[in-house]
């Protein structure tokens, strides 16, 4: 039975900006709190909103990720003042004040530290590694010479010749998503690294299908694991995912109840990303905790017929009772056929019309699609691939008929 307002004596508090996870909690009667930025606050005095505004942004360019928490005690003493015993991270940039605000919180600054594993790509490796998951060889670099010696170093490990030379890639090393990632083929392609690239990430190339996990983890034990394939890198994916792949899932979620050891997490939810190659071998990526993009959390509500928001909070909290749990999460292997996104970035320095073609909206795995033309049409520049700007749904009982169209138009012109 879900608890009620009367029942929980505390506050959540959601730390960022997330319609649906204010919607979820909301939806669960629990007490809650929202620490977002300075641009939504009209927005939730409008709709009656409980709001602490901070500028996240602007700690952002000011406080390093590591100096966080001893700059978050304003904020605390607010949290305090409203009851809250709970803080949950809906973005990426907002993990560390969770953590931070949980740390003082419960006090134990080990909380504080334990997510900044999640934040900086290289100690997440180490970690991993010192866990006994596969990862790539990594290194750290701060200049464009040492990327180069790796580079030289990785490929003269294979006995590659100048012609056929393995890439490496360089990751920033608390930026998520694509932001920050440059694959290196040559030394010229070192050479047009910028300085803010540096100190930066390492990493020999793996070969493999990538995929996401999304778990859901309460008392070190997973309640539920999601299967994301990635089908065109950055662009789209499927839930649950083809039949080759969900045939590893026992392999799959052995490396991730190791890495739940590994990192030793109680509750909450984790987003890892793995390789598997086509010998079934498993290479730990990296890991995030938080709210997954991509529209993911859409595709398995979508399959699963469950509120994976609703349920990020719940096994968050240690005090949610395993019966509410049990009641929420289907059986994994029960989906309802497959669901699929397909995020659009504009190719075009300013956008004249939508291009949808009509072949599309008469695909039968076809679901909807949320583009339209802006108002302001001028696309704005973006490290990385940027924010979409629209995401097309498929959902099928067939897998083909949703895995197909994500490839076939992950290079269509949808804005002209």
């Known amino acids: ?89 809906l973005f990426e940039d907002t993990v560390e004040w969770a953590a931070a605000i949980n740390s003082r919180l419960q006090n134990d600054p080990k909380i504080f530290k334990h997510a900044l594993l999640f934040r900086d790509k290289a100690k997440m490796k180490r970690r991993a590694l010192m866990g006994g998951l596969k990862v790539g060889v990594f290194e750290e670099a701060r200049d464009k010479e040492e990327v180069k010696q790796f580079l030289r170093r990785i490929n003269d490990a294979l006995l590659k010749e100048e012609e056929e030379i393995d890439p490496i890639h360089v990751k920033a090393f608390n930026k998520a998503g694509d932001v920050g990632h440059h694959i290196i083929r040559s030394e010229k392609d070192a050479d047009q690294l910028k300085g803010d690239s540096f100190p930066c990430l390492l990493e020999s190339h793996l070969d493999g299908v990538e995929v996401s996990c999304e778990v859901f983890i309460h008392n070190g034990k997973i309640q539920f694991l999601n299967i994301t394939e990635y089908i065109v890198f950055g662009y789209s994916m499927m839930a649950p995912p083809s039949p080759p792949i969900e045939k590893q899932r026992k392999k799959i979620r052995g490396a991730v109840q190791a890495l739940i050891k590994a990192f030793d997490i109680k509750h909450g939810l984790i987003h890892p990303e793995f390789f598997i190659d086509e010998n079934g071998s498993i290479s730990f990526i990296e890991v995030a905790n938080r709210i997954p993009g991509g529209n993911i959390f859409d595709l398995i509500q979508k399959t699963y017929n469950f509120n994976p928001f609703q349920a990020y909070i719940l096994v968050s909290d240690p005090n949610t009772p395993e019966e509410e749990l049990k009641k929420l999460f289907p059986k994994e292997n029960k989906a309802k056929g497959h669901a699929g996104s397909l995020m659009v970035y504009p190719r075009v320095e300013k956008i004249e019309k939508l291009n949808v073609p009509q072949e599309l909206e008469e695909h039968p795995g076809f679901d909807r699609h949320t583009m339209f033309t ?40 949808f804005f002209i």
């Open 1 to 89: 039975m879900t608890k009620t307002k009367r029942d929980i004596d505390y506050k959540t508090a959601l730390i960022g900006w997330s319609l649906p996870s204010i919607e979820a909690i909301d939806q669960l009667n629990r007490p809650f709190v929202i620490v977002g930025p300075p641009g939504m606050e009209d927005y939730a005095k409008k709709y009656d909103l409980p709001y602490i505004s901070w500028d996240f942004e602007d700690f952002k360019k000011r406080v390093s990720m590591e100096e966080v928490c001893d700059h978050c005690e304003e904020l605390y003493n607010k949290l305090e003042k409203e009851n809250v015993k709970l803080a949950i991270p």
């Open 374 to 413: 802006p108002v302001q049409r001028k696309v704005e520049e973006s490290e990385g691939f940027g924010n979409p700007h629209g995401v097309v749904f498929f959902h099928h009982d067939e897998y083909d008929h949703v895995k197909q169209p994500l490839q076939d138009y992950a290079e269509h012109d």
